[in-house]
T-cell receptor
Framework: AQSVAQPEDQVNVAEGNPLTVKCTYS??????LFWYVQYPNRGLQFLLK??????LVKGSYGFEAEFNKSQTSFHLKKPSALVSDSALYFC?????????????FGKGTMLLVSP | DSGVTQTPKHLITATGQRVTLRCSPR?????VYWYQQSLDQGLQFLIQ???????AKGNILERFSAQQFPDLHSELNLSSLELGDSALYFC??????????????FGSGTRLTVV
């Protein structure tokens, strides 16, 4: 089965500094990778995806992610963090275990951006 | 507004009871997915329906069942409720898999509290 790991439960960063939220994956075949963000009392919102092509993927709200096949990683990055970026971030991978596409999510990383 | 509608937003019920959660997918989406989010288990995939048919099953308890109706809305039925069933239940939808898989659109969730 496919899986993703988010090694950090929480990431703390000061506003204006660059941020990185880590994700590693384990898949058989070509990976389809996703990042979602969840604000308090809200559903998950799509940020970006990697399916094929350029290893640097740009997404919503100034976020980007770098796909690294040799390190099986898909880290989420932003050059300058905002306090409003504080939220729960989920990495996900497409799972074809049933023969149909579903998403398997990591446990999530809480990002706290301090003023 | 993501286009995926979940009702009710909040539900408080007693142990042993049965509840029904409802989801209307984004217009044009044929697949519906149900996920359970709890603090200790993270986001767990429960079940997927496509155009009225069950497609994939995850960690869904036998006390839980779901269906998708001809108008494509879906219901998740939870019975013999236990305290441990308290969680956020999310519905998500996606488009025709023949067009490729590009991830989900999530609803805002139903928060179930079992007392």
């Amino acid at each position: 089965a496919q899986s993703v790991a988010q090694p950090e439960d929480q990431v703390n960063v000061a506003e204006g500094n660059p941020l990185t939220v880590k994700c590693t994956y384990s898949v058989s075949g070509n990976p389809y990778l996703f990042w979602y963000v969840q604000y308090p009392n809200r559903g998950l919102q799509f940020l970006l995806k990697y399916i094929t092509g350029d290893n640097l993927v740009k997404g919503s709200y100034g976020f980007e992610a770098e796909f690294n096949k040799s390190q099986t990683s898909f880290h989420l990055k932003k050059p300058s963090a905002l306090v409003s970026d504080s939220a729960l971030y989920f990495c996900a991978v497409r799972d074809l275990g049933s023969g149909y596409s579903t998403l398997t999510f990591g446990k999530g990383t809480m990002l706290l951006v301090s003023p | 507004d993501s286009g995926v509608t979940q009702t009710p937003k909040h539900l408080i019920t007693a142990t042993g009871q049965r509840v029904t959660l409802r989801c209307s997918p984004r217009s044009g989406d044929l697949s519906v997915y149900w996920y359970q989010q709890s603090l200790d288990q993270g986001l767990q995939f429960l079940i997927q329906y496509y155009n009225g048919e069950e497609r994939a099953k995850g960690n869904i308890l036998e006390r839980f069942s779901a269906q998708q109706f001809p108008d494509l809305h879906s219901e998740l039925n939870l019975s013999s409720l236990e305290l441990g069933d308290s969680a956020l239940y999310f519905c998500a939808s996606s488009g025709d898999p023949g067009q490729g898989f590009y991830g989900y659109t999530f609803g805002s969730g139903t928060r179930l509290t079992v007392v």
